[in-house]
């Protein structure tokens, strides 16, 4: 039976020391072994690496980041006075306990100095290409299952169910192909209307989590006048008095704002007070489109 002499923690130098450690799993047992010329420093390393946004680039730093570095133990299981028989101890450890696969984290079966200075090993290169085929298989089967989903098309003001397509995928290509239907009909997300009607999944629409986002517009009445002060005509918004003359909405609200004196030659100001109105209006802006 292995004594361990762990859970190892990083406030002493008395671990400043050569050594054999393994990281196990609370939660599923799987075990990593490694090996340092010091292991205070190396546990701090995954401390500072849990802390950070780096890209996992071992299957330990992979695990500790998914399950969360308070579920797993930190043990030192030999400590090693010898540096240069540090290898030939971890290879015996790796050979005894066999941590790999399904049983471990470690991608070599070779002890080496660091997983990441033989990224051109054939072990390395196969264990990389078998998690990446996983990561992209679960990627494909998660798009997939959202592309086979029912949806719903829906009438963009009155809300009435149009017709009902066996995929978004299918929908996609009976309306031209151009923009993809399937984020517009995800209940969380702000994406608009799509080929001019809205769009939802029929399971979501079934169980009432469809609601067509809205937002609120206000209208503020303007003054126009000319440029010896005379009063020409209140508008109801910016919009409608840039409309008349051919001017740009932009232009107008920067002079009612005072930051311009002036714009195509009338002088704008916002109606102070005029009990602005709250127009609550369905998303359809056409660069959502």
């Known amino acids: 039976m292995i004594k361990c002499e762990g859970p190892l923690i990083p406030d002493s ?4 020391i050569a050594a054999i450690y393994i990281w196990k799993n609370k939660q599923n047992g799987k075990i990593y072994i490694g090996s340092s010329n010091n292991v205070h ?3 701090g390393s995954y401390i500072i690496f849990c802390r950070s946004s780096k890209t996992a680039s071992r299957g330990i730093e992979r695990a500790l980041r998914l399950h969360g570095i308070e579920n797993f133990n930190f043990y030192i299981v030999e400590r090693v006075f010898d540096k240069a028989l540090l290898m030939e101890r971890e290879q015996w450890w790796l050979d005894i306990l066999r941590p790999f696969e399904e049983n471990g984290y470690n991608w070599l079966k070779t002890a080496t100095h660091s997983e990441r200075s033989i990224k051109g090993s054939p072990e390395y290169k196969l264990r990389r290409s078998q998690l990446s085929k996983e990561i992209s298989l679960r990627t494909i089967e998660a798009r997939t ?4 989903k029912p949806v719903y098309k829906i009438h963009p003001t009155d809300l009435t169910i149009l017709a009902e ?7 996609r290509r009976c309306h031209g192909g151009k923009w993809k239907i399937a984020r517009a009909c995800d209940c969380n997300t702000k994406s608009g209307i799509k080929y001019g009607f809205r769009w939802a ?3 979501d629409y079934d169980k009432g989590l469809f609601v067509p986002y809205t937002y609120i517009r206000s209208v503020r ?3 126009q006048f000319s440029l010896d002060g005379t009063l020409i005509k209140i508008w109801n918004s910016i919009s409608e008095a840039a409309r008349s003359v051919s001017a740009n909405p932009c232009s107008l609200r920067a002079c009612c704002e005072g930051r311009s ?7 704008w100001e916002y109606v102070q007070n005029p009990g602005i109105s709250q127009q609550p209006l369905l998303c359809s802006n056409p660069t959502s489109v």
Do not use: Q
């Open 221 to 223: 009445p303007i003054k």
């Open 145 to 148: 299952a959202c592309l086979r």
């Open 165 to 171: 397509y066996p995929s978004a995928a299918e929908a």
């Open 201 to 203: 999944y029929k399971e």
């Open 261 to 267: 004196t002036r714009s195509f030659g009338y002088k």
């Open 41 to 43: 420093k190396r546990y």
């Open 13 to 16: 130098k008395n671990y400043s």
